[in-house]
Every structure is written in structure tokens, then in C-alpha cells.
């Protein structure tokens, strides 16, 4: 691609939207007068993460493109339609630009950093690319920040769990590996190894280790869907919660290298609905 000319976010767009992510984006569930706000916030999302991920634009040109979303969010400039959209969508709800530009340092490290040292590297990725997306729509819905705690921890696992399933294809496309080097060396292998048709036991091993510590952080965030006020926010919580714990045990069997590591529409309905089914009962319960 040639980077001498001016690029702006649609020119290194995707084409994914939200029906493409491996979890639900303000779907159903979620009140009607909250889904612009949400919608807003998940365009700004999408145009940085295909910024940081295109294959072919230069890392300085990629920043450039990041500058102009931040600029446009804070009001400086309206060089990016997905910042500037955000910012209106903000200002009428009076909601912070916190939680934005909180996503664009995890974007910018997409851009220069490739690899991660440890577990505790990989958790403070977590906090800016993954925790201020729940966050928000928690700020959106009104909820009490005592809830982030359980939030972050949910929001990490599924980062996390994006990660795993997609390894192979992260590593093959665009070089970035976000399984610890610390555990890849300790088991006697390299990232290298995710160059491979299927998982040696040994990254095996990796992964199932770091699918267990995920599922530690879903046991931290299992009674957040009860302690959501909001009785439509927390079904699409349980459901999310229902999700991540479902794609673990199949990180806990399958070889993301080799096997589908996503759910199909009809398994996705079936957990959704039964999720749904155990979040009322269980605020019920609670309320009781």
C-alpha cells in the first residue's frame, strides 16, 4: 500500500461489522435508547482495531490514522468521522472520553509492540484494550463503577479468549503473538511454534494453562450479571458469561491451530437461551 498519500480509517477498513465479532454487540438486549450511544462507541472501536491490524499500511502511517481518531474524539479536529460521531454521541449523553481513549493506547501498542512478556503484560494490555469496552456500557446503562472490578475480569477473559482461538492466524498474518514468551520458553518452544498446521503437545500445554487462568477470571466475574441493575444489561451479561465459559472448554479440548474454535449460530442461540433462563432466575433468587 502506498503510505506517501494521506490515509484515514475507511481507506484501512476491514469490512467486518459487528455481527462479525465472536460476541454479541448491543444486540436485542440491550434498551433501545442506549443502542446509538453503543453502536457509536463500537464504529470508533472497529476503525482503530482495523487501523492497528491492516497488513499493509506502515506502523507510522497506522499512528497517524489513530492520532486523527483521538484529535477527532477530544473536539481538536474532525479528521475522522468515527471519532467525531463518538464525540456527539458522548456530549448528548454526557458521557466522558475516558473509555475511548483508553482503547487507543491498546491500539497504538498493536502497532509497535508484537509480543508479550508475561501473563502480568498481557493483563495490562487487557485493561486498555478489553475492560474499557464494558466499562463504557456500563457508564451508558448508569451502573455503579464498584462493578468494574468484575467487569474487568470478564472483559479480559474474553480478550483472552479471542487471543487463543486466534493465534495461528494472528501469528501468520500480521506477526503479533499475544501468548506469553515467559510460558512459550518455558515449555521449550518459541512463537515459532504457532507456524505449525496443528499444536505440538507442548504449545498444547501453553494454552490449556493459560485457558485455566482465563477461566479464573470467569469465576471472578460469574455474579456480575446479578449485580447489574439494569435487568436487560445483565441478560446480555449472562449471556456473554455463558459464552466465554462455553469457548473455554473447547480451548480445553480442541487445537486452535487445526480446529474451529467458534461458536455456529445454533449453539450460540442454545447457550444464549439458556443463560438468559439461569441470569432470571438467579436475580430472582438474589432479590428474594
Known amino acids: 500500500m502506498d503510505t506517501t498519500m494521506t490515509l484515514a480509517a475507511e481507506d484501512l477498513a476491514s469490512g467486518k461489522g459487528s455481527n462479525d465479532e465472536n460476541f454479541p454487540v448491543a444486540s436485542a438486549l440491550i434498551a433501545p435508547r442506549h443502542r446509538a450511544v453503543v453502536m457509536a462507541f463500537y464504529r470508533f472501536a472497529r476503525a482503530a482495531d482495523d487501523v492497528a491490524d491492516n497488513p499493509l499500511a ?160 470467569l469465576d471472578i466475574s460469574r455474579p456480575f450479571a446479578r449485580k447489574i441493575k439494569d435487568g436487560r444489561l445483565a441478560l446480555e451479561v449472562g449471556v456473554i458469561q455463558a459464552l466465554a465459559e462455553d469457548l473455554c472448554k473447547l480451548l480445553l479440548t480442541r487445537d486452535p491451530l487445526s480446529q474451529e474454535m467458534h461458536h455456529d449460530k445454533a449453539r450460540m442461540a442454545a447457550l444464549g437461551l439458556s443463560a438468559m433462563a439461569r441470569t432470571l432466575l438467579s436475580r430472582m433468587g438474589a432479590k428474594r
Open 58 to 217: 506502515e506502523p507510522g502511517a497506522k499512528l497517524e490514522v489513530l492520532e486523527d481518531l483521538r484529535s477527532s474524539l477530544q473536539g481538536e479536529t474532525e479528521a475522522a468521522p468515527e471519532g467525531r460521531d463518538l464525540r456527539e454521541a458522548l456530549r448528548m449523553r454526557g458521557l466522558s472520553t475516558e473509555h475511548g481513549l483508553d482503547l487507543l493506547e491498546a491500539f497504538r501498542r498493536d502497532v509497535t509492540k508484537l509480543r508479550y512478556d508475561d501473563w502480568a503484560d498481557l493483563m495490562d494490555y487487557c485493561r486498555y484494550s478489553a475492560a474499557p469496552v464494558g466499562r463504557f456500557v456500563l457508564d451508558v446503562h448508569g451502573e455503579d463503577r464498584a462493578l468494574w472490578p468484575m467487569n474487568d475480569a470478564l472483559c479480559s477473559a474474553l480478550q483472552v479468549i479471542n487471543h487463543l482461538q486466534d493465534c495461528g492466524k494472528d501469528k501468520r498474518e500480521i506477526d503479533r503473538v499475544y501468548i506469553p514468551l515467559d510460558q512459550l520458553f518455558a515449555a521449550g518452544v518459541g512463537a515459532d511454534a504457532l507456524d505449525a498446521p496443528r499444536a505440538s503437545p507442548a504449545l498444547r500445554g501453553v494454552i490449556v494453562d493459560l485457558t485455566r487462568r482465563t477461566q479464573a477470571l
